[in-house]
């Protein structure tokens, strides 16, 4: 029993409803001080400190400030789709000479760094920041890549006096777009910091180039993405698209929710992964183009159109050679025979080319046209033999006229009507 009232008539009812209401609000005081939990502690620290609570990490303290730091381990035996990371340490020192015009010297693995930004912009110029900077390096325990973050804008000199002095311990940078992009960039932020960037020293070798010349045949687009599915059989799950990051990391800046940003540093980590298991393909193909592995011809043709514009015109046309034996889809077909025929002319084997010359002359194609006029070429000026060649422009203006055809076929038929001069005996 809570207590005791002093009875009252049994008549007066509104004092008994009364004393009932003064029992009930006296159980409900005790029961709701009986529960009341203490308040959790408050913690005043802006929550852009929580990242190292998201991610393995520490911020470091440098001479103009504090930036947070990450670094993250692809052991050795893993696989990043078909290209095992050990592979990776097996990679010869002068791999990337032939692809990099021999900028990049000889130089051990672990010496070569892979980089790659994240940044508040796609466009560039002095308004745009790299927040994130990853540089991936090959190491005995498997592929690591270290990543540095500035929480907020005014972080960036620390990122990047810490960048600067990261970059002194590797001789080489690969990038992929970065000769166009990241670095440009990068040396801009440096400037207006007022600080040395730290490119000069380092030989760069930017992956898309040589890419593009591998791949674009066969592929709708290069992007780094899309090789990674395409060349490595990479497929990502979960992954932000990298047009988003700019508006995710402005969105960390506004709410100061730090988890936002976790999936960029996953982003940034496996392109850099990517661009490394690239490296131990693509230049392969441009230092031993005879012993290179191609799934399709396109490859080839790619290849060779690069030691063409080289001057290497025997090794390119042994490449076209392989291209048209291992098969390739009609519109390249045509256009490889015909530079085909052409480099063979070049090299002095005019047989090989006349019987290409006669193929693309047989059939419906774009250059049947043109192969005509090459024949008619032939037959003036190597076989004399005019009626041959008249025949020919005839059957070349019958498919496409143009003044420069008409004008042969009119010399042509000059030659054949002059009286050939009586032998004397």
Known sequence: MIGKEKAKPVGDLQEQLAILRR???????????????????????PSRYFIEQWMSGEVVETPFGQHFETERLYERHRR????????????????????SGEEAKPSPVGRWAFLDTETTGLAGGT?????????GRICPDGFRVRQFFMRDYGEEPSLLWALARHLEEFDVLITYNGKTYDQPLLETRYRMARARPPFDRLAH?????????????????????????????????????????????????????????????????????????LTGIVPFAFREPGSARFAHGSELVG????????ERKEQALE?????????????LLFRTLWDTASLERKLGNEPAALAIWTDLASGRNPYRVTALEALAKYYEHRERNYAMALETIRSARALADSEELQRRQERLERRLAKPRAGRLL
């Open 205 to 277: 070798l930017d992956l898309l180039h040589g890419a593009r010349r591998l791949w674009k045949l066969r592929l709708d687009s290069c992007r780094l993405v899309d090789l990674e599915n395409q060349i490595l059989g990479v497929e990502r799950e979960g992954d932000l698209p990298g047009e988003m990051i700019p508006y995710v990391y402005f969105e960390y800046l506004r709410t100061q929710q730090a988890f936002r940003v976790v999936p960029i540093f996953h982003h940034n980590a496996v392109d850099i992964l990517t661009t490394a298991c």
């Open 127 to 135: 308004g745009t920041y790299a927040f994130l900077v990853g540089v």
């Open 319 to 331: 490449l076209m050679r392989r291209a048209v034996a291992m098969g390739l889809p009609d519109d």
């Open 80 to 99: 990043h789709g078909s290209m095992d990371i050990s592979n990776l340490l097996e990679l010869p020192e002068d791999l990337l000479g032939a692809l």
């Open 23 to 45: 029992k009930v609000a006296r159980i409900d005081k005790k029961y709701a001080e009986g529960t009341r939990t203490p308040a959790a502690p408050v913690d005043n620290r």
């Open 303 to 310: 290849l060779a159109r690069w030691f063409l514009k080289a």
